[in-house]
């Protein structure tokens, strides 16, 4: 039946909706009506005039066509300018991601370069320590 109602869609017909159908509550007969101006009981000659529907693109205007072509040209060059834009974003975070890796080594080794340091101050002060004790006990 679906099939059928859209076939009738198609060349034009339209579902005839009754008053007692408008409602909420279901009506008592079950059937469907659809009407089309060139339909009529006793008037053949009017039926070449029900044509199937022709589509909506051919049916644009040449107006509407330039205008979505004007708005596709523009989506594209938008699209083509965020995309240069995110490449650069990318080379720029890649240079990030490799100064923050140098920066890592470099704390590393300054951490290792301060320890070595605070070894060699403790032993002087320990040595300073023993200096001044021997001298003491002389």
């Not at 022709?54 to 040209?73: A, H, M």
């Not at 060059?77 to 920066?103: F, I, P, R, W, Y």
Request: charged share 30%.
């Amino acid at each position: 039946m679906a099939s059928f109602v859209r076939q009738l869609n198609m060349y034009g017909f339209r579902k005839v909706v009754h008053i007692e159908q408008g409602g909420l509550v279901k009506p008592e007969r079950d059937d469907t009506e659809f009407q089309h101006p060139c339909f009529l009981r006793g008037q053949e000659q009017l039926l070449e005039n029900i044509k199937r529907k022709v589509t909506s693109v051919s049916t644009l205007k040449s107006e509407d066509i330039k205008i979505r072509q004007d708005s596709v040209t523009k989506l594209l060059t938008d699209v083509q300018l965020m995309k240069g834009k995110q490449e650069c974003m990318d080379s720029k975070l890649l240079a990030m991601k490799h100064e923050n890796e140098a920066l890592w080594r470099e704390v590393a080794s300054l951490r290792q370069k301060h320890a070595q340091q605070q070894k060699v101050v403790n032993k002087l002060i320990q040595f300073l320590i023993s200096l001044v004790q021997s001298n003491r006990i002389l």
